[in-house]
């Protein structure tokens, strides 16, 4: 596969996530959320290299054009029930939409698994409004998606920063 390849995926990835309302910022500032106590003089410039590099990653990028696909499509009522209920109605027992976010994270170690619980319980910034379920649209995927880059590129830069010292 061709270097190109890659960065077009990224780049539709970043289109993807843009459209339905998640800058690469957004994501940083969940990562300087999740590490602001560990790591002093953190920014969101670094937190923000960091989900660049992890949205560089196939598995990713994978991820993330799979589950919004999927959110789309519940939201245009396209798919057949029981699935459209359960996703637009983001059902607690449903569960493959965090089985989609923990292959992301699955790539980051176990300091990725435990931001990814911690963030997915406490929905700061941006997850916040992608669990908003009075705007109609339906982000099932998204939200754990965004939660498993944010704690992904927080497990990066711990890594990073632990290979310094």
Same mark, same amino acid.
């Given at each position: 596969? !061709?270097?190109?390849? $890659? ?6 990835? #970043? ?6 309302? #998640?800058?690469? @910022? ?7 959320? +999740?590490? &602001? ?8 410039? $670094?937190? +923000?290299? =960091?989900?660049? @590099? ?20 519940? &939201?245009?009522?396209?798919?057949? =029930? ?5 996703? @637009? ?8 939409? &965090?089985?989609?976010?923990? !292959?992301? #994270?699955? $790539?980051?170690?176990? $300091? ?9 319980? #406490? ?7 992608? =669990?908003?379920?009075?705007?109609? &649209? ?13 704690? !992904?590129? !927080?497990? @990066? ?9």
């Amino acid at each position: 596969m !061709s270097e190109n390849h $890659i960065h077009d995926m990224k780049d539709i990835c #970043v289109e993807l996530l843009t459209e339905r309302g #998640v800058t690469l @910022r957004d994501i940083a500032e969940l990562v300087l959320f +999740l590490q &602001e106590q560990y790591v002093p003089n953190l920014t969101v410039d $670094i937190c +923000l290299q =960091n989900v660049e @590099r992890v949205l560089a990653k196939r598995e990713v990028q994978n991820a993330i054009i799979t589950g919004i696909q999927l959110d789309k499509l519940a &939201e245009k009522k396209a798919l057949d =029930n029981p699935l459209l209920d359960i996703l @637009r109605n983001d059902e607690g027992l449903y569960g493959v939409d &965090e089985i989609v976010a923990l !292959s992301i #994270v699955n $790539i980051y170690g176990s $300091i990725g698994f435990t931001n990814y619980g911690y963030i997915d319980k #406490v929905k700061p910034g941006i997850l916040a409004k992608l =669990n908003d379920k009075g705007t109609g &649209e339906c982000h099932t995927f998204l939200d754990d998606i965004v939660g498993a880059i944010a704690a !992904s590129a !927080s497990s @990066r830069l711990a890594h990073s920063l632990a290979h310094l010292e």
